[in-house]
């Protein structure tokens, strides 16, 4: 017979806390959590309960998810390829278009590799986590992204965090380290929650410096910035000196899916190393054709660029204007720092009711414990959109 012999601790007394706090967020009014649109009328407008929504939190930068050619592409997909792969890369889910997605970001960022993984979160854990192990060294930025962070968890390298956009302390890191083993850095374009851009350029240098290779997440960058829209590292003129972008098709590409290139060729070996792209099912073919549209639509319309930066300038200036304290110059992600997480619970509710949605942001999800109404900005957006967004703050009381 069975006995027990000590209470067991149910699992989920860990999240009581959290429930706790998101209980008390909507008691202040509709939830900031998963807010169920009834329909999406356009890259920045929805439906909700009958009343119209201007969208300022999607990370469509571009605003391609209504492009014509993109949908056409994906109706076509669906049409003559089905549904979905069911299938990992490794297996049947190999598609033409996988193969010529990937041949077309390696002509697009001029590199000697692509990889194309099934979501960009993805693209990180399963990059990273395959080319340090062992004795090798990863140095990751103070704010990466959460991706980066599992990533390193996958894997037995030793990760060192260093101070956020700070080259010198990454230098005084490095050169701490051991001689054994391999050196990998790691940090964004564009970091995604205060849309602060990283000194790539200096970053550059001195992991090389260091005989360090260096990993540049661009999911936030790409199609936002450099001349070709291909990212941080482009605008800083470092393209061809980066070892590995990374990035994803979820903003600017209007789709699913995510990307890693190399100006190395010995990167294909990841392909039969790591678990992330051999262990789970390949993107579906409509929203790999979605993203090739995408990357053609954004080489031939650099004009969705200037639109951007207007518009992402207009509404930066409008909201210093007011007196807000941003977190960054200004960038297509602009987050407005709040006193704590009350503040800025009720203000999101504010703003919602105005017919504003943004994105709530708040401790463990932001660096330094900070509380945010974060606003990311969209080609498609109108002037007066953006106006009812600066009229919609200046009445936040």
């Known amino acids: 017979m069975l006995t027990k012999t000590k209470e067991n601790k149910p699992l989920f007394d860990k999240f009581a806390a959290i429930t706790?706090?998101?209980?008390?967020?909507?008691?202040?009014?509709?939830s900031p959590i998963g807010v169920p649109f009834d329909k999406i009328l356009s890259p920045t407008r929805a439906l909700f309960q009958g009343r119209e929504i201007t969208l300022v939190g999607t990370n469509n930068y571009l605003g391609l998810t209504?492009?014509?050619?993109?949908?056409?592409?994906?109706?076509?997909?669906?049409?003559?390829?089905?549904?979905?792969?069911?299938?990992?890369?490794q297996a049947n889910g190999t598609y033409g278009d996988h193969a010529k997605l990937e041949q077309e970001l390696q002509t697009f960022f001029e590199m000697q590799s692509a990889i194309v993984f099934t979501t960009g979160y993805q693209t990180n854990l399963g990059a990273i986590s395959a080319l340090a192990s062992g004795d090798d060294h990863i140095l990751i930025d103070a704010d990466s992204h959460a991706c980066i962070y599992d990533a390193c968890r996958l894997t037995d390298a030793a990760t060192h965090r260093f101070r956020h956009n700070d080259p010198e302390n990454l230098n005084r890191r490095?050169?701490?380290?051991p001689d054994t083993g391999a050196r990998l850095?790691?940090?964004?374009?564009?970091?995604?929650?205060?849309?602060?851009?990283?000194?790539?350029?200096?970053?550059?240098?001195?992991?090389?410096?260091?005989?360090?290779?260096?990993?540049?997440?661009?999911?936030?960058?790409?199609?936002?910035?450099?001349?070709?829209?291909?990212?941080?590292?482009?605008?800083?003129?470092?393209?061809?000196?980066?070892?590995?972008?990374?990035?994803?098709f979820s903003k600017s590409l209007a789709s699913i899916g995510g990307f890693c290139v190399s100006r190395h060729p010995e990167f294909e070996s990841v392909r039969l190393t790591s678990r992330a792209y051999m262990f789970t099912a390949s993107g579906a073919p409509a929203n790999i054709a979605a993203a090739r549209a995408a990357l053609r639509e954004l080489q031939h319309?650099?004009?969705?660029?200037?639109?951007?930066?207007?518009?992402?300038?207009?509404?930066?200036?409008?909201?210093?204007?007011?007196?807000?304290?941003?977190?960054?110059?200004?960038s297509p992600v602009i987050a407005v720092r709040r006193p704590d997480e009350a503040t800025a619970v009720r203000e999101w509710n504010q703003l919602?009711?105005?017919?504003?949605?943004?994105?709530?942001?708040?401790?463990?999800?932001?660096?330094?414990?900070t509380s945010l109404l974060r606003l990311s900005v969209?080609?498609?957006?109108?002037?007066?959109?953006?106006?009812?967004?600066?009229?919609?703050?200046?009445?936040?009381?």
Not at 66 to 89: D, L, P
Not at 379 to 392: F, P, T, W
Request: charged share 20%; aromatic share 6%.
């Open 20 to 30: 706790e706090r998101h209980e008390v967020a909507k008691m202040l009014g509709q």
């Open 66 to 89: 209504f492009n014509e050619n993109v949908c056409r592409s994906m109706i076509q997909s669906i049409e003559t390829m089905g549904s979905a792969t069911t299938g990992s890369r």
């Open 174 to 177: 490095l050169q701490r380290l």
């Open 185 to 248: 850095v790691v940090v964004e374009g564009m970091y995604s929650m205060f849309g602060d851009v990283a000194p790539l350029a200096e970053l550059v240098e001195v992991a090389h410096a260091n005989d360090a290779m260096i990993f540049v997440d661009e999911a936030h960058s790409v199609g936002c910035f450099g001349e070709k829209g291909r990212g941080v590292a482009e605008a800083q003129g470092v393209l061809h000196d980066v070892d590995f972008i990374s990035g994803t």
């Open 301 to 330: 319309m650099p004009e969705l660029r200037d639109a951007l930066w207007a518009m992402s300038n207009k509404l930066h200036g409008g909201l210093a204007d007011m007196g807000f304290d941003l977190c960054a110059p200004a």
């Open 352 to 369: 919602f009711e105005q017919g504003v949605y943004v994105n709530l942001a708040v401790p463990p999800a932001t660096p330094g414990g």
């Open 378 to 397: 969209s080609a498609a957006h109108s002037e007066d959109e953006i106006d009812q967004v600066l009229e919609a703050f200046s009445k936040l009381n």
